[in-house]
């Protein structure tokens, strides 16, 4: 493993970490509600009334945003070292997370611990302590094995 010290951006990874954390706290004033984005994507398979615009715009927001980016910065292209049906697995085993854990990272990492959820720092800590633990037991037991 190898750390990436020419794209490492400390102050870009700081904006992004503030951008994120103040659009959570207006999100969470103008709404009441918490930007947990599988939350938000669930509530959208059993709708309630005035419920699917700001969802909807909130999911949009999510594409969007990056697109128009991507128009004024070169956009990074990232590297993935794994094949598709890893990713899938993956993909299947993040929403399984969420649904025991009663919602994602940015539900309870950055809204639940924010507000000092003890649920959301178990949660929290569960996620990244399972991820952690994936990871190194795929690069340095599997793979190796």
Known sequence: MTLD?????????????????????????????????????????????????WRLAFLLGLIVAPAVLAAFVAPVIPTIDAGPSTLIIAGLLVGIGTRYGGGCTSGHGVCGLSRLSPRSLIATLAFMGTGMAIVFAMRHLLISA
Do not use: E, K, W
């Not at 010290?5 to 509600?33: E, Q, V, W």
């Open 5 to 53: 010290t020419l794209h490492f951006t400390p102050g870009m990874s700081l904006l992004g970490g503030l951008l994120i954390g103040t659009a959570s706290a207006l999100f969470i004033l103008a709404n009441g509600r918490i930007a947990g984005i599988s939350g938000i994507l669930g509530g959208l398979l059993r709708p309630t009334s005035g419920d699917v615009v």
